[in-house]
């Protein structure tokens, strides 16, 4: 469809962003559903003026991602409970004007596992402690998982800090093979290209009937999730939470089921692209 006096803008802000998989995954959706809407990237330093341009220009929704997530939250008119608890905000609704954020990192996150596993009664060990291990924890938290920060030893006042808010034990990365689990989540970004031979934990720690999660998605099949699979876990890849947490997105600003599956596809045709260079 093409731009008219009608069509609806969406927006992804961050600095930088020509990597970003999320204008080919959303407009495709829009393009799916017949929806007169387009998504735009824009590599910006200065949040706060983004957000004006977004009341300015009605630009119906935005994701916000690094470095703006936290920042973010002093432009806006309200933020919902759980972006609150997160302490993050990566999706923003203009509602006539009134700009009211969210995180979709969290529930992606725990869609993603729902492929593999149930959270509820479930002990959850969340490897790392920044921004996407903030959103994972509170949302895994709110469905019943009871979590164990793996984090390294030097920031371990960051992590410690996580642990009180979800009341989640914390095990040094080195000793985390001690844990008992059920699920295992990489919430840092070790194994990620062109680190593609490190992993976070020793093979050792995966068992046969464990649901393990990388969040890292290039490449799609980390050595972590690989050693996973060779042990007999159940896994799934950082490309699912991604696409989850763009659904959720698309349904806020659209009203509409997200096409899932094919948002899917779209973004794993992009990341097979990059591995193929
Ligand atoms: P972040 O805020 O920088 O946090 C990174 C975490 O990993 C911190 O806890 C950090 O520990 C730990 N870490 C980093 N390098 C480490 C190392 N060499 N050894 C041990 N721990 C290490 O980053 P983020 O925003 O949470 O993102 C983390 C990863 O998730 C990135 O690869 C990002 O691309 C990916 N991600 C994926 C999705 C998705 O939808 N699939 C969404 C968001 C993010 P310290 O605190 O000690 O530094």
Redesign the pocket.
């Known amino acids: 469809m093409l731009a008219d006096t009608k069509t609806v803008l969406h927006a992804v802000f961050g600095h930088p962003v020509a990597q970003s998989l999320s204008p080919a995954m959303h407009n495709r959706a829009f393009q799916e559903l017949g929806l007169n809407c387009v998504y735009l990237a824009f590599d910006v330093t200065d949040i706060g003026s983004a957000m004006n341009a977004v009341r300015a220009l009605g630009i119906r929704g935005a994701s916000v991602t690094?470095p703006h997530k936290v920042k973010v939250m002093e432009y806006l008119d309200e933020v919902d409970a759980a972006a609150r608890r997160m302490g993050a905000v990566n999706t923003v609704l203009n509602e006539g004007g009134r700009l009211i954020g969210s995180n979709t990192?969290g529930p992606?996150a725990v869609a993603a596992l729902r492929e593999i596993t149930e959270l509820s009664g479930k002990t959850l060990l969340l490897l790392?402690?920044?921004?996407?291990?903030r959103a994972i924890a509170h949302a895994a938290r709110a469905e019943g998982a009871a979590i164990v920060i793996g984090?390294?030893v030097?920031?371990r006042a960051?992590?410690e800090a996580l642990a009180s808010e979800v009341d989640a034990a914390f095990a040094p990365?080195g000793d985390v093979r001690s844990v008992a689990c059920d699920i295992v989540v990489n919430?840092?970004?070790?194994g990620?290209a062109p680190h593609v031979e490190a992993s976070?934990v020793p093979a050792d720690l995966f068992r046969k009937g464990m649901a393990v999660m990388d969040?890292?998605?290039n490449p799609i099949e980390t050595r972590f999730l690989r050693e996973a699979r060779e042990k007999g876990a159940s896994t799934v890849d950082?490309?699912a939470?991604?696409v989850y947490?763009g659904a959720a997105q698309f349904s806020l600003w659209t009203g509409r089921t997200a096409p899932v599956a094919l948002m899917r596809r779209v973004v794993l045709e992009k990341l097979s692209a990059k591995e193929r260079g």
């Open positions: 690094i990192d992606g790392g402690s920044g921004g996407a291990a984090n390294r030097e920031d960051e992590a990365l919430a840092t970004p070790i990620m976070p969040i890292v998605y950082g490309a939470m991604f947490q």
